[in-house]
Each structure stands twice: as C-alpha cells, then as structure tokens.
C-alpha cells in the first residue's frame, strides 16, 4: 500500500523557517516525481512545488520560488520543503502528493499525505 | 496564474446527475489532456477521482465521469449520492510559469 506521511509542520514567527518532510512506502519512490500543494484554513488547494524522480528538476509556483526549496533524498524514500522567510499568508496544511511516473505521460496527484499544519502568527 | 474558474457551489437531490464546470485557458486546460479532478471531504485529504481528462483510476465509482471542450472540462456526477457530498477541485498542468494549477473549489450539496 503507498502511504505519505508529512511532517515538521507548526507555529513559527512571520520571517522564520521551517522543513517539512514527507515519508514516503510502498512504491519505488526515485520513479515518481513528487508534489507539494497547500490548503489555507477555510480555501482552496494551491499548488506549491514538484520535484522529479531524479530530483534534478524543480517547478515552484510564483508565490514561493525563491522562498521555499523542494529536496528530496531517494536514499530514504524522503520528499522535503525547506520553507524560509515564512509570511502569515503561507499558513496552511501542506499536503505531499505523489506525482508523474518517470518516462509516463498522465499528471495527477495520487494519493496524498494526510498533510501537515504550518502556522505562521506573531 | 490565476485559478481556473469553478461555481462556488452546485446542489441536487439524490439520484440525480450535477455537472461541475472548470474553465482555464489555451495554456491550461485548453492546451493539454493532462486535467484531473478530486473531491474532499472536511477534514480529509483530496482524492483522485478523474485524470487526463475522462480516465477513472481503480476503485472510483463509475457515476464519475470527465470531459473536456475547449478551455472548459467537467466532471458529472450520476445518480447522486448522500456520500458525494463533499468539495471538488479541478487541476491542470500548465505552460505558464508554474506546472499546475488547481480549480477555485466547488461544494457540492447533496438536497
């Protein structure tokens, strides 16, 4: 069974960091890219970051690129974003997602972590 | 990039089909076969239902069904269901400055 596990979220002061790490089972983890997107309390889903299967390419939405880094270390089967100079507009649940097969042509997000919460408050 | 348009809310009563619109653009929607839509329950985390437009993964109900026409795709939901109650979210990949971009989220009622 594939399961995502996410982890590393809470409260932080606006301009602080936090890591997220996303544990990732059950499937060959380097053959799938890899996604993060985020929900703010009470919104939609806004996509945030992917990351290949190599983890030689990366995508951000213009919101965070330049903010936040996406890593992952397929050594450990681990997806990362490192999330700096954190703003209030950034608090959400950040989900990790898993994505496009390496050399597989369909885009989707299947399955999703359970997500993990991001507060970022004075 | 801005979200691709969804109505904010559809409703129907059991049994019947409702219809969730999703409109982009010639760079999003219009532009690839690479749409997909998820429903979320409060508090859960999204679910697959359609991807590249009208394919169904395993273990999704066949009342849910996919289309696309232009920069406007759409998910039908037949034979409505007390369960179906929940929010739906279209995506697409995009060539604009970002890779995907999700729908504005419609919530369905079921009456």
């Known amino acids: 069974e594939v399961q995502l596990l996410e982890s590393g979220g809470g409260l932080v002061q606006p301009g602080e960091s936090l890591r997220l790490s996303c544990a990732a089972s059950g499937f060959p983890f380097s053959s799938y890219a890899m996604s993060w997107v985020r929900q703010a309390p009470g919104k939609g889903l806004e996509w945030v970051s992917a990351?290949?299967?190599?983890?030689?390419?990366?995508y951000y939405a213009d919101s965070v690129r330049g903010l936040f880094t996406i890593s992952r270390d397929n050594s450990k089967n681990t997806l990362f974003l490192q999330m700096n100079s954190l703003r209030v507009e950034d608090t959400a649940v950040y989900y990790c997602?898993?994505?496009?097969?390496?050399?597989?042509?369909?885009?989707?997000?299947?399955?999703w972590g359970r997500g993990t919460l991001v507060t970022v408050s004075s | 990039q801005s979200a691709l348009t969804q109505p904010a809310s559809v409703s129907g009563s059991p049994g019947q089909s409702i219809t969730i619109s999703c409109i982009g653009t010639s760079s999003d929607v219009g532009g690839h076969n690479y749409v997909s839509w998820y429903q979320q329950h409060p508090g859960k985390a999204p679910k697959l239902l359609i991807y590249?437009?009208?394919n169904r993964p395993s273990g999704v109900s066949n009342r849910f069904s996919g289309s696309k026409s232009g920069d406007t795709a759409s998910l039908t939901i037949s034979g409505l269901q007390a369960e179906d109650e929940a929010d739906y979210y279209c995506c697409s990949y995009t060539t604009s400055s970002t890779l995907y971009v999700f729908g504005s989220g419609t919530k369905v009622t079921v009456l």
């Open positions: 590249d437009v009208s």
């Open positions: 997602a898993k994505g496009k097969e390496v050399g597989g042509t369909s885009r989707y997000f299947d399955p």
């Open positions: 990351i290949g299967g190599s983890g030689a390419y990366t």
